[in-house]
């Protein structure tokens, strides 16, 4: 049994050109090079999700408690936040 399913896929010609190429000099067929791109796009769609969820459970009231707290140690050289 094969892990793989078939997709029709319309692309404009320019696109498929561009595609054609890069893949061509990559070494690789026009179906790893899109397959390749899907994925990467699915694991950039599931990063954002993963840290939006996260930033919504976020107690921004306990970060900022932990930020001003007193004690520690402070910075050593090069620790320092860039001035923008």
Do not use: H
């Amino acid at each position: 049994m094969s892990n793989t399913s078939t997709y029709p896929l319309r692309l404009p010609r320019s696109v498929k050109a561009a595609v054609e190429k890069l893949a061509k000099e990559e070494g690789i067929s026009l179906n790893q090079f899109v397959a390749t791109a899907v994925a990467e796009k699915l694991a950039a769609m599931n990063t954002a999700a993963f840290f939006s969820e996260r930033k919504n459970r976020a107690d921004f009231d306990a970060f900022k408690k932990i930020l001003t707290r007193e004690g520690g140690q402070p910075p050593r050289a090069g620790d320092e936040l860039p001035i923008s």
